[in-house]
């Protein structure tokens, strides 16, 4: 595995690279792990170098060439991809990616560096003798869980991987892979632990910082990929007791950055800036540029359908009709209620309708399936037998999530439903429900061998 040696301790804070995630000055020089972690300040600023870095290019940025939001868009049903460029976007889009990809590698290389970033924190807060128990159990729970999230997503996208806690170049450039299944029982134990360390309370009342219902919510996607529904629907149950989430009634407020159904969002980098999203989906007037949506996913809304209506935007040119993501809406310098969402309260109304459903219990899972169709003005479901209750919340949670983190390829890897992905993708093949392993990774590191089946 290539992680890269930036951010090695010495090198683990440039801090004048942590933008303006914290109001503090910093000096513009490098400073040593033992000199971050004396002070809450600064080991604070090493962790929002690390947001930094996630929001600009990750596989959770909101969208990009480079982010799991996008690619799994194209990669599934979601986005048909109209770039002419040549660094492996449009074979993701097509299924037809190679070991040599350079988008997959991209994808990998940044996800393990930050991963390494995480660690780095995390060692260093755990040696620390100055910060109090409770800022240690903040920084820490904050750097454990981006890391345990990172891993979601390489678990996803590439199936058995590497996992690593440790700082040590020479063991860590020499791992083997982690089974997939494996790789779920850590996340599910390092989640476990964020949710004791961090607190329910927000540290910033703009919800930027994830908190201990964060951390839960995440826990109850690990319990439904390793089908333990009790234990999900459990997690989901604790999170709406909480006092500080509620349903979001009003369609046009879902992705304005105040509103009390959000977990956890990204601020864009500057003020009035874009997010990632409302600028990389944005084109008028012309052929897209990047991505639109697929006609297939059109015809899964109904006309009065307010998210149709809403959060679905349509350019003509040339006779021509395309239908773009237009749900945060603000570009830049006119932006003053959006960041990026990553977790909303909708999700974890999927969470409970998924979990009761498969204890065959349709009756108390109805409604929170029929929530978010009722916001969107569509009639509710009274009654709906086990399969094609299922079949509906795929189908709902594909019109309420386009866009969003890949929650459609996910959900049906999930529900071993990707075959339906073989009607609308000729290329498609079992196989590729995981990526290849980069095969620079491999020429670096034989222990990554063998490579997926199929590459």
């Not at 996008?70 to 002419?84: I, K, R």
């Not at 629907?233 to 105040?258: P, R």
């Not at 991505?291 to 935007?313: C, P």
């Not at 003509?316 to 395309?322: K, M, Q, Y």
């Given at each position: 595995?290539?992680?890269?040696?930036?951010?090695?301790?010495?090198?683990?804070?440039?801090?004048?690279?942590?933008?303006?995630?914290?109001?503090?000055?910093?000096?513009?020089?490098?400073?040593?792990?033992e000199q971050v972690f004396e002070d809450v300040q600064t080991a604070n600023a090493a962790l929002s170098g690390l947001y930094a870095d996630l929001r600009d290019q990750s596989v959770i940025t909101g969208a990009g060439y480079y982010t799991?939001?996008?690619?799994?868009?194209?990669?599934?049903?979601?986005?048909?991809?109209?770039?002419?460029?040549?660094?492996?976007v449009v074979d993701i889009y097509q299924n037809q990616q190679q070991e040599s990809n350079t988008v997959i590698a991209s994808?990998?290389?940044?996800?393990?560096?930050?991963?390494?970033?995480?660690?780095?924190?995390?060692?260093?807060?755990?040696?620390?003798?100055?910060?109090?128990?409770?800022?240690?159990?903040?920084?820490?729970?904050?750097?454990?869980?981006?890391?345990?999230?990172?891993?979601?997503?390489?678990?996803?996208?590439?199936?058995?991987?590497?996992?690593?806690?440790?700082?040590?170049?020479?063991?860590?450039?020499?791992?083997?892979?982690?089974?997939?299944?494996?790789?779920?029982?850590?996340?599910?134990?390092?989640?476990?632990?964020?949710v004791g360390l961090l607190e329910d309370k927000y540290r910033d009342a703009e919800r930027i910082y994830p908190n201990r219902k964060a951390a839960q919510l995440l826990l109850a996607r690990i319990y439904l990929l390793r089908?333990?529904?009790?234990?999900?629907?459990?997690?989901?149950?604790?999170?709406?007791?909480?006092?500080?989430?509620?349903?979001?009634?009003?369609?046009?407020?879902?992705?304005?950055?105040?509103?009390?159904?959000?977990?956890?969002?990204?601020?864009?980098?500057?003020?009035?800036?874009?997010?990632?999203?409302?600028?990389?989906?944005?084109?008028?007037?012309?052929?897209?540029?990047?991505?639109?949506?697929?006609?297939?996913?059109?015809?899964?809304?109904?006309?009065?359908?307010?998210?149709?209506?809403?959060?679905?935007?349509?350019?003509?040119?040339?006779?021509?009709?395309?239908?773009?993501?237009?749900?945060y809406k603000n570009l830049d310098g006119t932006n003053n209620n959006e960041y990026s969402i990553i977790f909303r309260l909708e999700e974890l109304y999927f969470i409970m309708a998924e979990a009761m459903a498969k204890q065959n219990r349709i009756e108390e899972a109805l409604p929170y399936l029929n929530a978010t169709r009722e916001r969107a003005g569509l009639d509710t479901f009274t009654s709906l037998s086990g399969d094609d209750f299922i079949d509906e919340l795929l189908i709902e949670k594909r019109r309420e999530f386009f866009t969003e983190f890949g929650h459609r390829f996910i959900d049906l890897k999930r529900m071993d439903r990707l075959d339906v992905l073989s009607s609308l993708k000729p290329n498609w093949k079992v196989s590729k429900q995981v990526w290849p392993l980069p095969q620079k990774e491999i020429l670096l590191n034989p222990n990554l061998l063998p490579q997926n089946s199929g590459y």
């Open positions: 595995m290539k992680i890269i040696d930036i951010f090695f301790c010495l090198v683990l804070l440039l801090l004048a690279a942590c933008d303006k995630l914290v109001e503090v000055d910093f000096p513009s020089s490098q400073v040593s792990t799991a939001s996008t690619l799994l868009a194209s990669y599934a049903d979601e986005v048909d991809c109209y770039t002419n460029d040549q660094n492996g994808v990998w290389t940044k996800a393990y560096a930050q991963v390494y970033y995480a660690n780095s924190i995390i060692q260093g807060v755990e040696q620390s003798t100055a910060l109090s128990d409770q800022n240690k159990k903040q920084i820490k729970g904050e750097a454990l869980l981006l890391r345990s999230l990172i891993y979601f997503y390489l678990q996803q996208l590439f199936g058995d991987i590497p996992y690593t806690t440790s700082l040590d170049y020479e063991y860590n450039r020499t791992l083997s892979k982690t089974d997939a299944s494996d790789i779920l029982v850590m996340l599910e134990a390092d989640v476990t632990e964020v089908n333990e529904w009790a234990q999900a629907e459990l997690v989901a149950k604790t999170i709406l007791e909480s006092s500080l989430y509620e349903f979001q009634e009003d369609i046009n407020e879902v992705f304005h950055k105040s509103g009390t159904h959000i977990f956890w969002q990204l601020k864009p980098q500057n003020n009035n800036g874009a997010t990632q999203e409302a600028a990389f989906y944005y084109f008028s007037s012309a052929a897209p540029h990047a991505y639109a949506l697929t006609g297939d996913l059109l015809n899964t809304f109904s006309g009065e359908d307010l998210r149709k209506q809403l959060w679905i935007g349509e350019v003509t040119h040339n006779g021509n009709n395309w239908y773009r993501p237009y749900k």
